[in-house]
């Protein structure tokens, strides 16, 4: 049994599910340039449609209410707020986010808020993007303008989702809108997402002190394939880059000797102003995790062939280690290449609360994808996600019984829906949709997690 008050929600991002890209005034993203751009997408899909959660937002929240979720993680998009980025906000695609929040309300579900999930105004791509000091100002403009809104219904917050995926899959490997290569620039992207993920944070609280307020960071354990000296050097440069990077400028206020000597040959770091880390660090009252996966490395000559590889080709997202390698560990995979590793996810964990100052600690996303199918009964039945789900529910309750300030855990992904570079080939969904029909159905592991909800806890081991 879990705690009394413990959060049991889902989570979803804007440009995932909601459609609608040319409504009520919404304004282009570089998610939008990025998929018209050819080779960009698997299967050329587009998120034009999407779920069109935009149009079906009521039905969507009443499925939200069967599954018994006491918490819903949504992002709002920039551009449908703000068409270029900066200046007055866009009124109906403000009305928009403020009949969801009262329809969660109505139903008695907390509205978590996260601010940016990746569609930067395209605008502000072609003023400089995340490598230019002024998105991250524009970005605190947002926050308080969107905060200004909805502060009055809606108390949790988020800034930035998961900084490490806009910063180096967007400008370093290309994988990820805007599709640049740009060692130098994603670095700066980096500072610059945590520096606004700072600004934000002040920009709410001068509004109102009693918001709770949290980063958000996707971390992964780092394991070095083999004892090696190279293999151990090349978990320390991972390790480095995907969460100490991020982790120590959130919650210590500083960036890691090591990795910043890994980087030197990029930068003289210049884009670090005074003053910047003491933004960053700014107290928070939560942090937002999300997990997948463990990374075994490998830093031997050449390198390996990453165990996930990219969707489309795409340079290295990993700056300054170009030459590590990303084996396969031995462990069961999902339809992503993802490997199952719930003892990560205590791990890393234990690790921020042992190594960081203490907060509340929440899972805002974790699940998995697998090739579900509908079934002649029209049922879906999948019972790897339940296994991987129950898994790491497990985990969590060690995790509390431990003493880790863990708080609530929201399942990845609510729903189906347009997984970035992957199109719709890949789903994460506890309900499935129909792309053609839009038809929503449950799959076994909705109706599980609603069953776990309901009770509080596990009842029994997963089937």
């Given at each position: 049994m879990f705690?009394?008050?413990f959060?049991?929600?889902a989570?979803?991002s804007?440009y995932?599910?909601?459609?609608a890209?040319t409504a009520d005034g919404?304004?282009?993203s570089i998610?939008?340039?990025f998929?018209?751009?050819?080779g960009?997408?698997?299967g050329?899909?587009?998120?034009e449609?999407?779920?069109?959660?935009?149009?079906r937002?009521?039905?969507?929240v009443?499925l939200?209410?069967?599954l018994?979720?006491?918490?819903?993680r949504f992002?709002?998009?920039?551009?449908?707020i703000?068409?270029d980025?900066?200046?007055a906000y866009?009124a109906?695609?403000l009305?928009?986010?403020?009949r969801?929040?009262?329809?969660?309300?109505?139903?008695?579900i907390?509205p978590?808020?996260t601010?940016y999930?990746?569609?930067?105004p395209?605008a502000?791509e072609?003023?400089?993007?995340?490598?230019?000091r002024?998105?991250s100002?524009?970005?605190?403009?947002?926050a308080?303008t969107?905060?200004?809104?909805l502060?009055?219904?809606v108390?949790?917050?988020s800034?930035?989702?998961e900084?490490?995926?806009s910063?180096?899959?967007?400008?370093?490997?290309?994988e990820?809108?805007?599709?640049?290569?740009e060692p130098a620039?994603a670095?700066?992207?980096?500072h610059?997402l945590?520096?606004?993920h700072g600004?934000?944070?002040q920009?709410?609280r001068?509004q109102?002190?009693d918001?709770?307020i949290?980063?958000?960071v996707?971390?992964?354990?780092?394991?070095p394939a083999t004892?090696?000296e190279a293999?151990?050097?090349a978990?320390?440069?991972?390790d480095?880059?995907?969460?100490?990077?991020?982790?120590d400028a959130l919650?210590?206020?500083?960036?890691?000797?090591d990795v910043?000597?890994d980087l030197?040959?990029?930068?003289?770091?210049?884009?670090?102003q005074?003053g910047?880390?003491?933004?960053?660090a700014a107290?928070?009252?939560?942090?937002l995790i999300n997990y997948?996966?463990r990374?075994?490395v490998?830093?031997?000559p050449?390198?390996?062939?990453s165990?996930?590889a990219a969707?489309?080709?795409?340079g290295s997202?990993?700056?300054g280690s170009?030459?590590?390698?990303?084996?396969n560990?031995?462990?069961?995979?999902?339809s992503?290449?993802w490997e199952?590793d719930?003892?990560?996810?205590?791990?890393m964990?234990r690790?921020?609360a042992?190594?960081?100052?203490?907060?509340?600690?929440?899972i805002?996303?974790?699940?998995?994808?697998?090739?579900?199918l509908i079934g002649e009964?029209g049922?879906v039945?999948d019972p790897e996600?339940?296994?991987y789900?129950?898994?790491?529910l497990?985990?969590?309750?060690?995790?509390i019984?431990s003493?880790i300030?863990?708080q609530?855990y929201f399942?990845?992904?609510l729903?189906?829906n347009?997984?970035?570079a992957?199109g719709?080939?890949?789903r994460?969904?506890l309900?499935y949709v129909?792309?053609e029909?839009?038809?929503?159905?449950?799959?076994?592991?909705?109706?599980?997690y609603a069953d776990t909800?309901r009770?509080?806890?596990l009842l029994?081991?997963?089937?």
């Amino acid at each position: 049994m879990f705690p009394t008050g413990f959060v049991w929600g889902a989570a979803t991002s804007a440009y995932q599910i909601e459609g609608a890209l040319t409504a009520d005034g919404r304004g282009r993203s570089i998610w939008d340039t990025f998929c018209s751009q050819d080779g960009r997408i698997v299967g050329g899909d587009n998120a034009e449609t999407a779920i069109d959660h935009y149009n079906r937002y009521r039905d969507d929240v009443k499925l939200m209410a069967d599954l018994g979720l006491t918490a819903y993680r949504f992002s709002v998009s920039w551009p449908r707020i703000q068409p270029d980025g900066s200046g007055a906000y866009n009124a109906k695609g403000l009305d928009f986010y403020k009949r969801l929040v009262d329809e969660l309300l109505s139903y008695g579900i907390d509205p978590w808020l996260t601010l940016y999930h990746w569609d930067l105004p395209q605008a502000l791509e072609e003023a400089g993007g995340w490598p230019s000091r002024d998105t991250s100002k524009r970005f605190a403009d947002f926050a308080a303008t969107v905060h200004a809104e909805l502060g009055d219904r809606v108390r949790h917050w988020s800034t930035v989702n998961e900084p490490w995926c806009s910063a180096f899959l967007g400008y370093a490997s290309g994988e990820h809108a805007p599709g640049r290569r740009e060692p130098a620039a994603a670095l700066r992207a980096a500072h610059h997402l945590n520096l606004a993920h700072g600004l934000a944070v002040q920009a709410m609280r001068a509004q109102n002190a009693d918001s709770q307020i949290g980063g958000c960071v996707n971390v992964y354990p780092v394991t070095p394939a083999t004892g090696s000296e190279a293999d151990q050097d090349a978990a320390r440069r991972i390790d480095g880059l995907q969460n100490r990077f991020f982790l120590d400028a959130l919650l210590k206020g500083a960036y890691p000797e090591d990795v910043l000597a890994d980087l030197s040959h990029l930068s003289d770091m210049e884009f670090i102003q005074d003053g910047d880390l003491a933004t960053i660090a700014a107290p928070l009252d939560m942090l937002l995790i999300n997990y997948y996966s463990r990374f075994t490395v490998s830093g031997a000559p050449g390198g390996a062939a990453s165990a996930a590889a990219a969707p489309t080709d795409s340079g290295s997202p990993w700056i300054g280690s170009e030459h590590v390698g990303f084996v396969n560990g031995g462990r069961p995979v999902t339809s992503m290449g993802w490997e199952v590793d719930g003892s990560g996810l205590y791990e890393m964990l234990r690790r921020i609360a042992d190594e960081y100052p203490r907060v509340p600690l929440y899972i805002s996303e974790n699940g998995a994808a697998y090739d579900d199918l509908i079934g002649e009964d029209g049922t879906v039945h999948d019972p790897e996600r339940v296994s991987y789900i129950d898994a790491h529910l497990r985990i969590c309750h060690s995790a509390i019984e431990s003493g880790i300030p863990l708080q609530g855990y929201f399942a990845w992904s609510l729903m189906d829906n347009f997984e970035w570079a992957w199109g719709y080939g890949k789903r994460f969904g506890l309900v499935y949709v129909d792309y053609e029909t839009q038809a929503r159905t449950m799959k076994s592991s909705a109706l599980w997690y609603a069953d776990t909800i309901r009770h509080g806890g596990l009842l029994s081991r997963a089937q």
